[in-house]
């Protein structure tokens, strides 16, 4: 039940927002499709990206898959659209074209990752801003869903303090709002400042550890769940890619979380995506393969082996299934276990008498955490153990 609880959590949380440098990623993303911006509003924009890129350098999201550090440089537009981070969000992307070319029989070109022109192209196509600035603080009318979120006692208010300075430098007038509504002393009923209610709401407090950005938060500040799944419609127009692709880059860094399903949908918007099927049938079956214990298929022979043994499995490493295989000369109580690398027992795929003869079982570890797992089988008097490496 526990197990079933942080799942649902899971599906709830990964429907927020991070705003604390929501405006930013607005921009580094879908600004640099403005157009009949003034010189100050323009500036306005290139600062916001600029300090959504100080920020993605100074958290350190990871490359899951090659564990190199993802970082942004800047270009001659100022929207930084270069650097080990922007080709990730390429890829992101591309494999959403590459999935829906799969499904759908279609031939959608892919983007290159080592164009800094590729997201300017995508955006402008399918991401155009629409949104003032900033996109959830807005400097001039306070006027965003957002603002009244994060307004005290039902007032509209500011809470973006990275684009404060920028307003204080390229707007001026609108700047004194932006200091009465950040200060310390505003407080809502319960005694927390603007700041303190932004963090609450946004999932990366309590997964990134950064004191600069995540004071406070981090790890063991909240009990995340172990199972995330993550879709969004790629075309959605209120929010930059980055949003649920930094709360995927964090989880999937966080120690102890078990598995991160993310994708981005090709071709819908704000809806609940899928490449194929139904949402809630999808869901379901996810929710099912998280709770279910790893299992295996067994095959047999007949043929009566002339010893004992245990083999290597194959593949590996694997993900998320692999073969076992044994072989035993005469009947006998046998076991066939699986153990993490701390020792603790994660499976039992075997544990019945079984005659002499060669037998395979499949063994399905989804819910598993990648790392390195043993397979111990015992039969009568013989025991062997072997390594295996799950790699997802």
Known sequence: ???????????????????????????????????????????????????????????????????????????????FQNGLYYSYIIGIINDAISRYNSYHSTNIPLYSITDTSALYSFS????????????????????????????????????????APLINTYAPSYYPSFVSDLDSTNVDSHGRTVHQRLMMYSPLYYLIDNATYYSGGGSGSSTVALYWRIRSGIKQSDAPLNTETNLALALKNYNGVIDVDFETIWGVGHVQAEDTGSANTNFIQWVNSCVAVPTGILQETTETPSSFQLFQNYPNPFNPSTKISWQSPVGSQQTLKIFDILGNEVAILIDEFKPAGKYEVEFYAASLPSGVYFYQLRAGNFIETRKMLLMK
């Open 1 to 79: 039940m526990e197990q079933k609880a942080n799942i649902r959590t899971t599906f709830l949380e990964a429907c927020a927002g991070s705003l604390e440098l929501g405006d930013g990623a607005h921009e580094w993303n879908m600004g640099l499709t403005r157009s009949g911006l003034s010189n100050s509003d323009l500036s306005i924009s290139k600062g916001l990206a600029a300090e959504f890129a100080t920020y993605v350098n100074a958290v350190g999201f990871k490359n899951p898959s090659t564990g190199s550090t993802l970082t942004l440089s800047s270009t001659a537009n100022g929207y």
């Open 124 to 163: 402008s196509q399918y991401k155009v801003a629409t949104k003032g600035l900033g996109a959830y603080d807005n400097y001039i009318t306070k006027g965003t869903p957002e603002n009244q979120l994060f307004g005290i006692s039902g007032t509209p208010g500011h809470f973006d303090q990275y684009l």
